[in-house]
């Protein structure tokens, strides 16, 4: 992964855990949510008002993680995320849960762009594409 083009930082809660005390898998995507949708607010391109508006969408259509090494009740974790890869109608991000023992998680999720109201994908709206662009460091 490349020089992130945002970084979230959070620390481990005791919700976040399992019965053996460390994130429960499931919560490494609830996670990385929450910094993508802190990310696309500081872009500009904030997802309650986009969700609101009804124009388009960005439903996940893929997601997948590694997990390197535990994360337990209290760690701090700063989230980097980066652009993947950019197409006409949908993006990838990866995500790299950093510790200071270093990487314990990485994620991608796969995002294309819909109208609510319709079936298929649409092409992303030009503001954001070039955004997404404009993050996009190759």
């Known amino acids: 992964m490349s020089k992130p083009a945002y970084e979230h930082p959070f620390r481990v809660a005791l919700h976040d855990t399992d019965a053996a005390g460390v994130l429960f898998f499931a919560h490494l995507f609830r996670r990385a949510h929450d910094a993508y949708e802190a990310w696309m607010a ?5 997802l309650p008002e986009m969700i609101r508006e009804g124009r388009i969408a960005l439903p996940l ?20 995320i980066s652009i993947a890869a950019l197409e006409t109608s949908r993006f990838s991000i990866d995500y790299r849960f950093q510790t200071e023992q270093g990487t314990a998680a990485t994620a ?31």
Not at 42 to 46: M, N, V
Not at 61 to 80: I, S, W
Not at 110 to 128: S, T, Y
């Open 61 to 80: 259509v893929h997601a997948e993680a590694d997990y390197r090494r535990p994360l337990r009740h209290g760690d701090g974790v700063q989230v980097e």
């Open 108 to 138: 991608r999720t796969v995002h294309a762009c819909i109208h609510p109201g319709e079936k298929g994908a649409r092409p992303l709206p030009e503001p954001l594409h070039a955004m997404l662009r404009a993050c996009q460091v190759n």
């Open 42 to 46: 500081s872009l500009g391109f904030p």
